[in-house]
């Protein structure tokens, strides 16, 4: 898998993670026999998803693009006594 250090995976795999929960979600308020039989499906696809969000959330993390490293010198900082 390639890595872009200008995207981030956890926007992807963490939206994927909401449409799925609000999906389920609408399913189970429309329908008294839901999941049924496929609930061992969804609850595979669930751990996949969370999972993947991590996953994608730590690669974010590693590969991030415009990471802060501090103040501009000679900025007060609350709590730092000059010296």
């Given at each position: 898998m390639t890595v872009l250090a200008n995207f981030d995976y956890f926007y992807v795999t963490g939206a994927l993670g909401v449409i799925?929960?609000?999906?389920?979600?609408?399913f189970?308020?429309?329908?008294?026999?839901?999941?049924?039989?496929?609930?061992?499906?969804?609850?595979?696809?669930?751990?996949?998803?969370?999972?993947?969000?991590?996953?994608?959330?730590?690669?974010?993390?590693?590969?991030?693009?415009?990471?802060r490293h501090g103040p501009p010198k000679g900025t007060p900082v609350a709590g730092h006594k000059g010296g």
């Open positions: 799925f929960a609000l999906v389920i979600s609408i189970g308020l429309l329908s008294n026999r839901f999941p049924g039989r496929a609930m061992p499906l969804l609850m595979v696809l669930s751990v996949l998803l969370f999972a993947a969000g991590i996953v994608g959330a730590a690669v974010g993390a590693k590969y991030k693009s415009g990471e």
